[in-house]
């Protein structure tokens, strides 16, 4: 969680007695107003590299972003009633997923649940809409963290930095880029 973020410390050499090699200290110090000042405007996480191994990880953060994004704003999942409901998938959903499927396991015949429609309540769905929902947002899932680091591969491959610059999410990839997992996905928005 914290690789963004950069600890000032100053260092000093400290050297025992009788002996010639000094050891390091590292103390944690308080911001100075120049660490401050760089600490606000540096960026979060720096780039190392010639230009394409910039581009292409700046590329892939940037991308591996607009993945979570997807999976967190979900997809339709269509429902016994004929009608699709959108549901999200963000990481409260993500970790409840598994409570709707012990509820199933439990013999809930009503499995309460929400859709992305925040000024709605929560309702309750059969078990057969519960099941719907769980394979869909789980496929859902599955597929955008499958593109994505087929994707990744991709990227890494390309030679020339205008080739990696125009690389959006979405971006349909060649055959041989695509994993035998990626596939047997079902396509989604």
């Known amino acids: 969680i914290y690789n963004d973020y950069v600890i000032p410390i100053k260092c000093s050499k400290e050297y025992f007695e009788g002996s010639d090699n000094p050891r390091i200290i590292m103390v944690l110090g308080q911001l100075s107003e120049t660490d401050k000042t760089l ?20 590329k892939i953060d940037a991308l591996e972003k607009e993945c979570t994004q997807t999976i967190y704003k979900g997809t339709l999942i269509p429902l016994s009633t004929g009608i699709a409901e959108r549901f999200t998938l963000d ?6 997923l598994s409570g709707i499927a012990i509820k199933i396991l439990m013999g809930n015949e009503k499995i309460s649940w929400h859709n992305n429609e925040k000024e709605q309540s929560c309702k309750f769905y059969s078990v057969e809409d519960a ?31 205008e080739d990696v610059e125009a690389i959006k999410y979405g971006f349909t990839l060649p055959d041989d880029f695509k994993s035998a997992v990626l596939k047997s996905c079902e396509i989604y928005e």
């Open 39 to 58: 600490r606000d405007i540096a960026p979060r996480k720096v780039y190392t590299g010639d230009a394409l191994a910039i581009a292409k990880a700046k």
């Open 91 to 96: 990481e409260h959903d993500q970790l409840n």
């Open 131 to 161: 099941k719907a929902i769980i394979s869909g947002l789980t496929s859902f899932k599955e597929y955008h963290i499958t593109y994505f680091r087929d994707l990744r591969i991709y990227i890494n491959s390309l030679h020339n930095v």
